[in-house]
T-cell receptor, first 113, second 115 residues
Framework: AQKITQTQPGMFVQEKEAVTLDCTYDTSDPSYGLFWYKQPSSGEMIFLIYQGSYDQQNATEGRYSLNFQKARKSANLVISASQLGDSAMYFCAMREGQYKLSFGAGTTVTVRA | NAGVTQTPKFQVLKTGQSMTLQCAQDMNHEYMSWYRQDPGMGLRLIHYSVGAGITDQGEVPNGYNVSRSTTEDFPLRLLSAAPSQTSVYFC??????????????FGEGSWLTVV
């Protein structure tokens, strides 16, 4: 069964606008963590933001924020003030236990000038 | 500081050939892992290791072998390559484990084509 679901295969956003990338997850473990990664066309995986299941506040890192809704099992990424360099594939991932990471299928974001 | 280094970056294999993807890290990380990335499926865990001499299977281990004789190195072996193993392979490491958002360092990826 799919543990991480990203329902948006591709999105377009205008430069300087905000964009929300959806991520829902499925786990019965009370202790888990959620990551977002960016993968530009060059292929490397770039860490963006992390949210632990026990964290009381939503995580923020610069222009990235994570909208964590535990009861709905969603962890959406919000990118504010989009830049052309934000065009990339974005992956949501969930830590299961201490050693395993499950990834969603990804969302391609294209920022238009 | 080199981080996580993967070699080779590109490789073409014939069906049935064997090869080893190399992964090395210079950060004294205990945790190392291998993922494969296929179009439309995100990254999937192949094998991981929590220290020298300790390895375990991930989600898609069939067709791959690993060993961890040193802290620095975690090679991935394809014993008899199949076209289904055409993929991009990523090695990743972390200080001890993935708990509490410990930073995971990824290599740059290895593009493997099996014909």
């Amino acid at each position: 069964a799919q543990k991480i679901t990203q329902t948006q295969p591709g999105m377009f956003v205008q430069e300087k606008e905000a964009v929300t990338l959806d991520c829902t997850y499925d786990t019965s473990d009370p202790s888990y963590g959620l990551f977002w990664y960016k993968q530009p066309s060059s292929g490397e995986m770039i860490f963006l933001i992390y949210q632990g299941s026990y964290d009381q506040q939503n995580a923020t890192e610069g222009r990235y924020s994570l909208n964590f809704q535990k009861a709905r099992k969603s962890a959406n990424l919000v990118i504010s003030a989009s830049q052309l360099g934000d065009s990339a594939m974005y992956f949501c991932a969930m830590r299961e236990g201490q050693y395993k990471l499950s990834f969603g299928a990804g969302t391609t974001v294209t920022v238009r000038a | 500081n080199a981080g996580v280094t993967q070699t080779p970056k590109f490789q073409v294999l014939k069906t049935g050939q064997s090869m080893t993807l190399q992964c090395a890290q210079d950060m004294n990380h205990e945790y190392m892992s291998w993922y494969r990335q296929d179009p439309g499926m995100g990254l999937r865990l192949i094998h991981y290791s929590v220290g020298a001499g300790i390895t375990d299977q991930g989600e898609v281990p069939n067709g791959y072998n690993v060993s961890r004789s040193t802290t620095e190195d975690f090679p991935l072996r394809l014993l008899s390559a199949a076209p289904s193993q055409t993929s991009v392979y990523f090695c990743a490491s972390s200080y001890r484990d993935l708990g509490s958002g410990n930073t995971i360092y990824f290599g740059e990826g290895s593009w493997l084509t099996v014909v």
